[in-house]
């Protein structure tokens, strides 16, 4: 199954759309993965995970010990020689959250040298979405940061769709069009959109004629029901079936 990317301007659905597909694919009797790779780390709201729970999922890059353990870094040196495979395949059970029936990851942030700095933790993160290696009843999803400098190619390469979540409007429309051009030059081949907080059929024709290189996958209605959702510190759904809906009818477009 396959490994799926969201990305997006900041404040436009893309950890929404996260947890409403992870929530259909576990529906669906898939064993799913979502990572949070997002530094601003809010999927676990996204999925009304209890305050406790949410608190006790620490980010994979505060983890030194694993850290150095994996990548055979030495502690408290800079540069150095370290591995840039190191082992991933068991941190996905070993240092998750299971909630509503999904594997939650926190990766964290490197704080230090910027993102794309070549430094054992960044290689740590790198390899979890690079080399872990799914079963056939897995499915990845990756609540991204927004833009792709945050990738490398081998990164991008392992990446099976990349979505891109737009609101019905030019400024986030001009945003997608240059995530796709950065993510086209590290060799991103599948691209999809998906509009959120649309008001009805002409805001899906304004995507559809301000993007039209860009197949679109579906829409998620604007939702009063998914803003008291997040005030409340619930699971967007549990309180908004019509984005779930919509969520399954883009789950299936991506499948076929």
Same mark, same amino acid.
């Given at each position: +199954?396959?490994?799926?990317?969201?990305?997006?301007?900041?404040?436009?659905?893309?950890? %929404?759309?996260?947890?409403?597909?992870? *929530?259909? *694919?576990?529906?669906?009797?898939?064993?799913?993965?979502?990572?949070?790779?997002?530094?601003?780390?809010?999927?676990?709201?996204?999925?009304?995970?209890?305050?406790? /729970?949410?608190?006790?999922?620490?980010?994979?890059?505060? +983890?030194?010990?694993?850290? *150095?353990?994996?990548?055979?870094?030495?502690?408290?040196?800079?540069?150095?020689?370290?591995?840039?495979?190191?082992? @991933?395949?068991?941190?996905?059970? &070993?240092?998750?959250?299971?909630?509503?029936?999904?594997?939650?990851?926190?990766?964290? %942030? @490197?704080?230090?040298?910027?993102?794309?700095?070549?430094?054992?933790? &960044?290689?740590?993160?790198?390899?979890? @979405?690079?080399? /872990?290696?799914?079963?056939? &009843?897995?499915?990845?999803?990756?609540? +991204?940061?927004?833009?792709?400098?945050?990738?490398?190619?081998? %990164?991008?390469?392992?990446?099976?769709?990349?979505?891109?979540?737009?609101?019905?409007?030019?400024?986030? /429309?001009?945003?997608?069009?240059?995530?796709?051009?950065?993510?086209?030059?590290?060799?991103?081949?599948?691209?999809?959109?998906?509009? &959120?907080?649309?008001?009805?059929?002409?805001?899906?024709?304004?995507?559809?004629?301000?993007?039209?290189?860009?197949?679109?996958?579906?829409?998620?209605?604007?939702?009063?029901?998914? +803003? %008291?959702?997040?005030?409340?510190?619930?699971?967007?759904?549990?309180?908004?079936?019509?984005?779930?809906?919509?969520?399954?009818?883009?789950?299936?477009?991506?499948?076929?």
């Amino acid at each position: +199954m396959p490994k799926i990317a969201i990305t997006g301007k900041g404040g436009v659905g893309k950890t %929404t759309l996260t947890a409403l597909l992870a *929530y259909v *694919y576990a529906q669906r009797g898939q064993d799913v993965i979502a990572i949070d790779a997002d530094p601003a780390g809010n999927l676990g709201l996204a999925f009304g995970l209890p305050a406790n /729970l949410d608190a006790a999922l620490k980010p994979i890059a505060e +983890m030194e010990d694993l850290i *150095y353990e994996r990548t055979g870094a030495q502690k408290g040196t800079i540069g150095g020689v370290f591995r840039l495979n190191p082992k @991933v395949d068991d941190i996905p059970e &070993n240092f998750s959250i299971t909630h509503r029936g999904v594997r939650l990851l926190r990766l964290g %942030t @490197v704080r230090a040298g910027g993102a794309g700095c070549l430094c054992p933790e &960044n290689a740590l993160l790198k390899a979890l @979405v690079t080399h /872990l290696l799914l079963r056939r &009843n897995q499915t990845l999803i990756l609540d +991204m940061e927004a833009g792709v400098e945050h990738l490398g190619r081998g %990164t991008a390469g392992a990446v099976d769709a990349f979505i891109i979540v737009v609101e019905p409007g030019l400024r986030s /429309l001009g945003t997608a069009e240059q995530i796709r051009h950065l993510a086209s030059e590290i060799g991103i081949k599948r691209f999809y959109l998906v509009a &959120n907080k649309t008001r009805g059929p002409q805001d899906e024709a304004f995507v559809r004629e301000h993007a039209a290189d860009l197949p679109l996958l579906g829409c998620l209605p604007f939702s009063l029901a998914a +803003m %008291t959702a997040d005030q409340s510190g619930r699971a967007v759904f549990d309180q908004a079936p019509e984005l779930v809906e919509a969520a399954a009818q883009i789950a299936d477009r991506l499948a076929a």
